[in-house]
C-alpha cells in the first residue's frame, strides 16, 4: 500500500457526461501528479500540483482540468466524455516535487469506461 | 524533448529462462533518472529501480539486475530464472532531474512467464 488513496476504483458513464475523480495524497506529500494509461496514448503524465499550485502541464485536454484543495487532495474532472477517454487515471504524490529526488507513489488507479 | 522507445511489445518465455527487457531513451538534458516499473495483472504500479545518469554502475537485486549504458542511451532489465510471477508489463521511464520531475514512460512490454 503505497499510501495514496483514489477514489471511485472504478466509474462507468455514458458519452457527453462529466466525472470527477480524487486523489488523496500519502500524508506530508505536498506534490499530486495525474497520469492517464490509454491504449492509444500508453501511460502519459497530465499534470502537476504543488502545494495547490499548478506547476505543469503535459498532454492534458482542454476538457480535463485538476486542482489541488488546502487539504492537499486533488480531483481531476473529465467533460463532454468520449469513447477515447476510457483509460486507467493514477494518481501519484511526492514530498515535494521539485530538486533532488523525490518519489512518486502511486495510488491504485481509478478505471474510467466511457460507453 | 524526452522519450522512451521499449521495443519489444510482447515477449514470452518458459518458466527458469532469462529474459531480458530493453529501454532506449533520449533526452536533451545533460542529468537524468530512469526507472523501471512493474504493472501486474491487477493493475497497480509497483516501483523497482531509479537510477541517476551519473551512476553508471549496473545493479543486482535477487534475480533482477538492470543494465544502464549512457553511451547507447540504454537501461536494460534483466530477470534471471524467471518465475511465473513475473508475469506483467514493464515500463522504463525517465524524469528530469530538476523541476516538475514527471515521468515520460515507455511504451511498455508485456512479459508472459509460462510454467
Known amino acids: 500500500d503505497s499510501g495514496v488513496t483514489q477514489t471511485p476504483k472504478h466509474l462507468i458513464t455514458a458519452t457527453g457526461q462529466r466525472v470527477t475523480l480524487r486523489c488523496s495524497p500519502r500524508s506530508g506529500d505536498l506534490s499530486v501528479y495525474w497520469y492517464q494509461q490509454s491504449l492509444d496514448q500508453g501511460l502519459q503524465f497530465l499534470i502537476q500540483?504543488?502545494?495547490?499550485?499548478?506547476?505543469a502541464k503535459g498532454n492534458i485536454l482542454e476538457r480535463f482540468s485538476a486542482q489541488q484543495f488546502p487539504d492537499l487532495h486533488s480531483e481531476l474532472n473529465l467533460s463532454s466524455l468520449e469513447l477515447g477517454d476510457s483509460a486507467l487515471y493514477f494518481c501519484a504524490s511526492s514530498v515535494t516535487g521539485e530538486s533532488s529526488y523525490n518519489e512518486q507513489f502511486f495510488g491504485p488507479g481509478t478505471r474510467l469506461t466511457v460507453l | 524533448a524526452q522519450k522512451v522507445t521499449q521495443a519489444q511489445t510482447e515477449i514470452s518465455v518458459v518458466e527458469k529462462e532469462d529474459v531480458t527487457l530493453d529501454c532506449v531513451y533520449e533526452t536533451r538534458d545533460t542529468t537524468y533518472y530512469l526507472f523501471w516499473y512493474k504493472q501486474p495483472p491487477s493493475g497497480e504500479l509497483v516501483f523497482l529501480i531509479r537510477?541517476?545518469?551519473?551512476?553508471?554502475q549496473n545493479e543486482i537485486s535477487g534475480r533482477y539486475s538492470w543494465n544502464f549504458q549512457k553511451s547507447t542511451s540504454s537501461f536494460n532489465f534483466t530477470i534471471t530464472a524467471s518465475q511465473v510471477v513475473d508475469s506483467a508489463v514493464y515500463f522504463c521511464a525517465l524524469s528530469e532531474i530538476q523541476g516538475a520531475q514527471k515521468l515520460v514512460f515507455g511504451q511498455g512490454t508485456r512479459l508472459t512467464i509460462n510454467p
Open positions: 537510477r541517476n545518469s551519473f551512476d553508471e
Open positions: 500540483y504543488y502545494n495547490g499550485e499548478e506547476r
